[in-house]
């Protein structure tokens, strides 16, 4: 672990994991995360709106698989394909920069809300060393004719400690990540966001 940059008593941190959830964010990076209205805009016939979340660990995390990232908005808008993608810096075990990947962010349903799963690590070719998810810009695009005034939502990433493929759900306390079967993703950056244009 020494060549992931983690220092001795981080070491020993993961060393003594217990396979709890607290044990495993002890034993793992930081991640942190920020929210920015991009856009807010009526053009006399339609509103477009554009969310972004800028996201980065501090660390390489213990577990690297597959990660989410997902937006919900209020006033039954629609998601807009050209202006929602999701930006992935990889980085190499020595902190070098190597790579962006450009990856989709798709709509769930027909109701108001959208993810993008990102693969925390890849290896290009089986000669080079992996590669890992550091950071990322997330953008969502959202839409709808009339004069929109004011919008709510939320900005979420999800970070797994298991292998298996997340998903986004709504529930009763808004937009939540899941593992089927059915077993929560750890959020690890959460933001509710409630904006009125400016006339």
């Known amino acids: ?4 940059h983690y220092s ?10 217990d396979g709890t959830i607290a044990s495993a964010k002890r034993a793992s990076a930081v ?3 920020s929210y920015k209205m991009m856009h ?3 053009d006399g016939e339609e509103t477009y709106i554009r ?10 995390p213990i577990f690297t698989y597959h990660d989410i990232v997902g937006c919900s908005i209020s006033e039954g808008m629609y998601y807009d394909p050209e202006t929602s993608y999701h930006n992935v810096y990889y980085y190499d075990k020595f902190g070098r920069s190597t790579r962006t990947v450009r990856f989709p962010v798709k709509p769930n349903g027909l109701t108001s809300y959208v993810s ?3 693969n925390m690590n890849i290896t290009p070719h089986s000669d080079l060393e992996q590669e890992y998810a550091m950071q990322g810009f997330a953008y969502f695009g959202w839409t709808k004719i009339g004069d929109i005034p004011e919008v ?3 900005i979420k990433y999800g970070h797994s400690y ?5 998903s986004i759900s709504v529930d009763t306390g808004g937009v939540s990540f899941t593992l089927q079967p059915a077993n929560k993703i750890k959020e690890e950056y959460s933001h509710y966001f409630h904006e009125k244009k400016i006339y």
């Open 116 to 118: 993008s799963i990102v």
């Open 1 to 4: 672990m020494s060549s992931l």
């Open 162 to 166: 298991l292998t298996v493929m997340p």
């Open 40 to 42: 807010f805009n009526y």
């Open 8 to 17: 001795n008593s981080r070491i020993n941190v993961i060393q003594s994991y």
């Open 51 to 60: 969310l972004r979340l800028h996201w980065q660990w501090s660390k390489v």
């Open 31 to 33: 991640l942190s995360g």
């Open 152 to 154: 709510g939502g939320f």
